[in-house]
Structures are given as C-alpha cells and as structure tokens.
C-alpha cells in the first residue's frame, strides 16, 4: 500500500522562558493511503503539536516529514485541516465559506461555474445543500462543525487532519457526525489523521490508533491495530467483544501512563 505520510525520526521543541521545552521526540510513523489513523493520548502528550506538523502549520526541530514523497515545508492543499473550533468567517454565508477554499485551490484552473459546483458537491456531501445561503450565527454547533468538512473536503484533500472536531459537540450530533464521517471517508478514499480523546470514536474510527506517551519529551508508545470491518455499525460494535478489547488495550495504555506520571 502507497506511503501518503513519512514521519521519520521528527522530534519537536520550544524556545520558552525557562529554556527549552522538548515536546516530541523520535517519531516514526508511516501512514498509508486510504487509512485512518487516531492520535490519542493524555494532555500535554503532544498530539496536535504532531498534527501541526503533518500540517505544515510548523516545521520539526529534528527529522524529515514527508507527503507523497515531497518534504512537508508549509501547508498544501493536499492536507486539509478541520479545528475543534469550525474557524468559519461569521460575516459569509456557509455557501461563501466553501467556495472561499474552492477558489484558492481550483480558482486558476476552472472556471467559475465549475468552482460553484465544487461548492455544492462539498455541502452536499455533509447533508447541507439547504443550509448554504444561512450565516454562521444561524446554524447549530453541529451544522458549522459540517461546515467546516465541507470545506475541508471541497479541497479535494490526499490527507484530512482533524484536531478534535467533534470534541464539543453533544453525544447525539457527535454521533451522527461520526457516521457521516465514516461514510464521506469511505466514499472519497481520502486519508484522515484524528486526534481525539475519546477511546470509542479512536477505535470506531481509526483503522490503527497511535498511542503517545506523557509529554514532556513525548514519543509513540504503542500502535494498535483495529481489525474491525467495514463498514462499521455503532450499534452492533457496542455488542462486540473484539470493540470491547481493542477498548480495553487502549484504557490500559492510558491508565499505565496516568499512573507513571503521578509517581
């Protein structure tokens, strides 16, 4: 299967007042096209410092990071970022905040009916095609949440980032996000890269979950495969022991380290 991310060998630090503050260190992760991958941890174990790097947002202090096969120097439309926070502009309509990216990505190729239709296919696609003349101020947390998928997605990404995109929402919009997320992925084929909290979304998600240790210094302490198949049902995983011990190694990884830090 095709590399879409080398991570090799990366580490991570600051300049802060009390010296330097290493945040990650030798990270080697190959993420392959197609799959989806969950960044989990305590706080401070550095995973959306990772992420930020993936997206090119910042540069790694040690180490080469890679995405189809060119140097990571800066953000590219090839990986799209969806925030915790949806960062739509308030002043424009969910319709104008899709196409804003459309343009800036597809704008000096196509023309611009074909730039519109970009934006309907996207909003389409997160069951939003009504929404589109609304401002963000007149949608719920979970439709500007879609909103920003759209975007993302309007991009036509190799890699979508996601730094905990549902983290505050409500179980219910959470859910129903999730499902559609699963079926957009499945539909587009994209590659997705989570950090998450949540130990159910990371296994019902992911197909491997990298689990990093406590920062400072932090590392990726172990990898688990999710061996789970697809397409997944939220209501018949809840019943299956293979969910139940994927769920369990995780919570055991994460109570080990809790443990260690206290000590």
Not at 204 to 211: A, F, P
Request: glycine fraction near 8%.
């Amino acid at each position: 299967m095709k590399k879409t991310v080398q991570i090799q060998d990366v580490g991570q630090s600051f300049d802060t007042k009390k010296g330097r503050f290493v945040a990650l260190r030798d990270i080697q992760l190959d993420i392959h096209e197609g799959e989806s991958i969950a960044l989990i941890g305590h706080s401070g174990c550095g995973k959306s410092t990772l992420l930020n790097l993936i997206a090119g947002l910042t540069t790694p202090s040690t180490g080469v990071m890679l995405c189809d096969g060119r140097e990571i120097a800066g953000p590219g439309p090839e990986r799209a970022v969806v925030f915790q926070n949806h960062s739509l502009l308030p002043w424009l309509t969910c319709y104008d905040n899709v196409y804003l990216a459309v343009e800036r990505v597809f704008g000096r190729k196509e023309g611009r009916a074909s730039l519109k239709q970009r934006t309907h296919d996207a909003l389409a696609l997160v069951g939003l095609s009504h929404a589109e003349t609304k401002f963000p101020h007149e949608i719920s947390g979970g439709m500007k949440q879609r909103v920003g998928i759209a975007r993302a997605l309007s991009m036509q990404p190799r890699v979508l980032l996601m730094d905990e995109p549902f983290g505050a929402l409500d179980a219910l919009t959470r859910a129903r996000l999730q499902d559609e997320l699963m079926k957009i992925l499945s539909d587009t084929g994209a590659t997705m890269v989570m950090v998450t909290h949540d130990v159910d979304e990371a296994v019902l998600l992911s197909d491997r979950v990298v689990m990093l240790t406590n920062g400072p210094a932090a590392t990726i302490g172990e990898i688990l495969e999710v061996k789970l198949e697809r397409p997944r049902d939220r209501l018949a995983l809840a019943h299956d022991p293979d969910f139940a011990e994927y769920r369990a190694a995780i919570m055991e990884f994460l109570y080990q380290k809790q443990l260690k830090h206290a000590a």
